[in-house]
């Protein structure tokens, strides 16, 4: 007995390095996919496509026509990053994360890989975690990307210089690109949302293409919810919601109230589903 005591004494340590590397594992395979690079340079496009498209126009942007901000591209470049932002989130952001989110735990059960993942000491509770820490950083590497890609296409294709807030405050190049990243980390939350719904979806199938479309198709049918105005009883409880409400980061000084509103919906729809996936996941049969 006192044998096995201290061998399992011995081996103690071992559980939390297992499971980090569980983690250290989920996002080499992440971003090692062609399919995961294939998603970001979609994204990446979206700017660029909008710069280009704003740079060979013979005739500059109206005010009030199209996107916001962009009849603001031409007299600053860093408005091609808002604007990616703002074409994208409606539609290519929640389409990119709901491939990668619903691949995560049905993926795993249709290739008949699941079982051999829950052998690693942490078990079904910490793989959950990681999968979902895995979609989070792909919704953050998703974010950058169209800002980076459309502060790129902005210093290539259009002046760049002090930025003008919507609060009529001029801030330096420096400071442009701060707030650029910022706005990149309230998208980056808003999705943290759709990544656990997408993650309790995967739960209930083999089937990686379901559980990605109904992620999707939710996040178009909360958005076109949103903007029903007989329903605006409902619209604060959409995950949705503020998706768009980012301008206040716009202004001086910055405006943070919309940005913890968004992050406490988020939240709210984290543990939700987040429960409801644990729930779920510890009663599935992996060897189905």
């Known amino acids: 007995m006192a044998a096995a005591a201290q061998s399992a004494s011995a081996t103690a340590p071992a559980r939390p390095l297992g499971a980090w ?87 795993e059960a249709g290739l008949g890989t699941l079982r051999y993942l829950l052998v690693a000491p942490a078990g079904r509770v910490w793989l959950l975690v990681v999968k979902y820490l895995g979609a989070a950083a792909f919704c953050l590497a998703a974010t950058v990307t169209v800002v980076t890609a459309g502060v790129l296409a902005g210093l290539a294709l259009f002046p760049v210089g002090p930025l003008t807030l919507l609060s009529g405050d001029t801030i330096g190049l420096a400071e442009s690109f701060g707030r650029a990243l910022l706005i990149a980390g309230y998208v980056t939350v808003s999705l943290l949302g759709l990544s656990a719904i997408g993650l309790f979806f995967s739960t209930l199938t083999v089937v990686p293409v379901g559980a990605m479309a109904a992620t999707i198709v939710l996040s178009v049918v909360t958005q076109v919810l949103d903007s029903l105005p007989q329903l605006e009883w409902l619209h604060p409880w959409l995950f949705s919601h503020y998706w768009l409400d980012f301008a206040d980061l716009l202004r001086q000084p910055v405006d943070f109230s919309s940005f913890g509103a968004n992050a406490l919906l988020q939240a709210g729809y984290l543990l939700l589903f987040g429960a409801l996936a644990y729930g779920r996941f510890l009663t599935k049969d992996i060897l189905s």
């Open 21 to 107: 590397a569980l983690l250290v594992s989920e996002l080499n395979v992440l971003f090692r996919r062609r399919r995961t690079w294939a998603l970001l340079l979609a994204l990446a496009a979206v700017p660029v496509l909008i710069a280009v498209a704003v740079r060979l126009s013979s005739r500059e942007p109206s005010p009030g026509r199209g996107p916001p901000f962009l009849d603001q591209v031409t007299q600053n470049g860093l408005f091609v990053a808002v604007t990616g932002l703002i074409v994208s989130i409606p539609l290519f952001l929640p389409l990119t994360v709901g491939v990668v989110v619903g691949d995560t735990i049905a993926g």
